[in-house]
């Protein structure tokens, strides 16, 4: 993904766009979200921000000038991050209470590209050949593991309208913890705990990147699950397994293949998927 940042007239634009091997385009933007999710005058400040679609790229007009993954990544767990991720809560549990449209009748892009991995059909070929590696060093039993996982998510038929990407590089922040949620590239249906697992996946590989303290991060998720009103219970290692081998896949196939950090995360996931 491909982001430029301009400063407005009452904020910041945001343009968005897939970067040249992306697979698919980004999904249509024609849901209509309910006010319980995009009110600004909401008690935390958190709101949904759909894109507007200019060509092959999306215009986001919001408050802040940088993401919340960029902000933990500089200061780690400082300042109040809690609120923006209790917001993110309750605004993804007000998406999942809407009608998919017409157009969202499949699964949300990333699933996809996870699916087509693990089953041995990556599209670009360096990540096949990482998919070859990593099935290597966590061993085929882990490797099936994922596999059943992530066919588990793609069987469940009681899907809601989902975010599809509700990660922390589209939470949007400034000077305070009033943020703003970018939402319609990957839009898609999927069972509830997709977004949630999602977020919760990039909240523990951060935790682990940073090499952070449970005592620190673990308020984040539970922010998160209090403004969703649920959690992911005692299987939650599955869909931040999920999440983080993703990761592992887009990082291979669009930025660099690095074996070094392959090795790290194979380790790191052998981890997870244990537990």
């Known amino acids: ?5 301009h400063r407005s007239a009452t904020g910041f634009v945001w343009r968005r766009e897939a970067g040249p091997l992306a697979p698919t385009p980004l999904r249509p ?11 600004s005058a909401s ?13 092959k790229s999306r215009l986001y007009r919001v408050r802040g000038w940088e993401s919340l993954a960029t902000r933990l990544l ?18 993804l549990r007000a998406l999942h209470a809407c009608t998919a449209p017409t157009s969202v009748t499949e699964p949300p892009r990333g699933w996809l590209r996870l699916d087509q991995w693990l089953s041995g059909r990556a599209r670009v070929p360096r990540a ?16 099936d593991t994922l596999r059943e996982w992530c066919d588990r998510v793609l069987a469940d038929n009681e899907g809601a309208l989902a975010h599809g990407g509700p990660g922390l590089g589209s939470v949007v922040v400034g000077a305070d913890a009033a943020a703003d949620v970018l939402v319609g590239e990957d839009l898609g249906t999927a ?17 682990w990147y940073s090499n952070g303290s449970q005592q620190d991060w673990q308020p ?23 999440r983080i081998a993703l990761h592992l896949h887009d990082y291979t196939a669009y930025v660099a293949r690095n ?17």
Do not use: C
């Open 1 to 5: 993904m491909s982001t430029v940042i």
């Open 29 to 39: 933007a024609d849901v209509s979200l309910p006010e319980s999710a995009t009110e």
């Open 43 to 55: 008690e935390d400040g958190v709101r949904l921000v759909p894109g507007q679609a200019v060509g």
């Open 74 to 91: 500089r200061d780690g767990v400082h300042g109040d991050v809690e609120t923006p991720l209790y917001g993110l809560g309750r605004v």
């Open 128 to 143: 096949a050949s990482a998919g070859i590696e990593l099935r290597r060093q966590l061993g085929v039993r882990r490797w």
């Open 191 to 207: 069972p509830w705990y997709f977004d949630l697992g999602w977020v919760v996946g990039e909240l523990v590989e951060l935790k």
């Open 220 to 242: 984040l998720i539970e922010a998160l699950f209090r403004g969703y009103g649920r959690d992911l219970g005692a299987e939650w290692n599955r869909m931040a397994s999920l």
């Open 259 to 275: 074996p070094e950090e392959l090795t790290r995360y194979a380790d790191f996931l052998g981890f997870l998927i244990d537990l």
